[in-house]
Each structure stands twice: as structure tokens, then as C-alpha cells.
T-cell receptor
Framework: DQQVKQNSPSLSVQEGRISILNCDYT??????FLWYKKYPAEGPTFLIS?????DKNEDGRFTVFLNKSAKHLSLHIVPSQPGDSAVYFC?????????????FGTGTLLAVQP | KAGVTQTPRYLIKTRGQQVTLSCSPI?????VSWYQQTPGQGLQFLFE???????NKGNFPGRFSGRQFSNSRSEMNVSTLELGDSALYLC????????????FGPGTRLTVL
């Protein structure tokens, strides 16, 4: 059961334009979400997070929007730069007893064309 | 502050062998988690350690095990390697007061021939 879904495996955007990456979740108990960026053969790098008490969080060129009623979040990158080309994962912490693990989406490969 | 470090970065083994991977968390972080990344399954949770205790384990066979030392460094072991164990193994650490935010190491690329 894929509790966090990224339905677009890839996205291509022109440099300077906006990149919008989408993520859906099914578990209404999720109350915190994270976006990670990953280059090949490297570990994921934390980008930005959002708590369910907010509907928007902004950090420089990166903004994450959360729509709890739709169980949907999106990451906006403005303006997009070639160095943003990477795989982006959304993730949600799952709490079960004393454990804490991240449930990841399948990732979206972003290609920013110069 | 130094990030999460993992050794070795690359490893080639043959079927039936065993392997041990090492992870040093960010200084002060006591929670260490391990994940497996494969093209088909994405990023899958293996297990989490806190204060030398395994808190939970993902849906992996008993061939996958781990441990954590008193200095929070962690190791994971895979015995009787199978071809399907070829993957990028990622270690992540988090602080006690913000366990949701996990910082990842560069990973160990394991290839099983």
C-alpha cells in the first residue's frame, strides 16, 4: 500500500520557469511532510518541510503548499535552475509505537533545460 | 558540524557472502535509521536504532540485521547475499528533539554478483 504517491515520474522545465512537483498521500494521520532532493549515487538532501498546521512554507526559491482536505502537497521551485535537476522525493514520518520511519514517494525526476 | 558518513561507499560481493556496512551519525544525533533504495521498490525503511536498541524493523528478511553502539555509530549486516540485495543502502540520523527530520549519508552502493 503506497501511502505517499508521486504520480509524475519525470518533469522537464525550462530554466527560469516554475517547477511544480506534486505529491499525494492517503494516511490522514500524517501531520508532517518533507521534501528531499537526490542526485545519483548520493544520499537524499533535505530541502524543506511543512507541518499540517500550516498550508504554506517558503524557503528562498522553494515553497511547499499543503492541502489537507485533498491530501495533496506540492513543491514549487521558482525560478528553476539547471542545478535543480535531480530526483525529488516527498516523505512523511510514520509513527508506530516508539518507531519513527519515513514513508517515501517514488520520486519525480526534474530536468531543468538551459 | 560534519554530516552523516557511511563506509564503504562502494562494495562488490558475490552471492552467499555476507557484508557489513557502517554509519556514523551527525554528532549529537542518537537516532539512526537505515533505508534501502532500489529502482523497483524506491526507498524502503529497514530499521531504526535509538540508544543501542532497535525500535522497529521494516519488511525485510532476517538476513538483514543491525546494531548501534554506545557512541551512536551503527552497522548493518546482510548475510547470505542474494542478487536482489544489490541496492543503495542509506543511513540517516536525527536529533532527539526533532526525530522527523532525518539527515542522510551518501550511501553505500552494494553490488551482488
Amino acid at each position: 500500500d503506497q501511502q505517499v504517491k508521486q504520480n509524475s515520474p519525470s518533469l522537464s522545465v525550462q530554466e527560469g520557469r516554475i517547477s511544480i512537483l506534486n505529491c499525494d498521500y492517503t494516511n490522514s494521520m500524517f501531520d508532517y511532510f518533507l521534501w528531499y532532493k537526490k542526485y545519483p549515487a548520493e544520499g537524499p538532501t533535505f530541502l524543506i518541510s511543512i507541518s499540517s498546521i500550516k498550508d504554506k512554507n517558503e524557503d528562498g526559491r522553494f515553497t511547499v503548499f499543503l492541502n489537507k482536505s485533498a491530501k495533496h502537497l506540492s513543491l514549487h521551485i521558482v525560478p528553476s535552475q539547471p542545478g535543480d535537476s535531480a530526483v525529488y522525493f516527498c516523505a512523511a514520518p510514520f509513527y508506530g509505537g516508539a518507531t519513527n520511519k519515513l514513508i517515501f514517494g517514488t520520486g519525480t525526476l526534474l530536468a531543468v533545460q538551459p | 558540524k560534519a554530516g552523516v558518513t557511511q563506509t564503504p561507499r562502494y562494495l562488490i560481493k558475490t552471492r552467499g557472502q555476507q557484508v557489513t556496512l557502517s554509519c556514523s551519525p551527525i554528532s549529537g544525533h542518537r537516532s539512526v535509521s537505515w533505508y534501502q533504495q532500489t529502482p523497483g521498490q524506491g526507498l524502503q525503511f529497514l530499521f531504526e536504532y535509538f540508544s543501542e536498541t532497535q525500535r522497529n524493523k521494516g519488511n525485510f528478511p532476517g538476513r538483514f540485521s543491525g546494531r548501534q553502539f554506545s557512541n551512536s555509530r551503527s552497522e548493518m549486516n546482510v548475510s547470505t547475499l542474494e542478487l536482489g540485495d544489490s541496492a543503495l543502502y542509506l543511513c540517516a540520523s536525527s536529533a532527539l528533539n526533532n526525530r522527523e527530520l532525518q539527515f542522510f549519508g551518501p550511501g553505500t552502493r552494494l553490488t551482488v554478483l
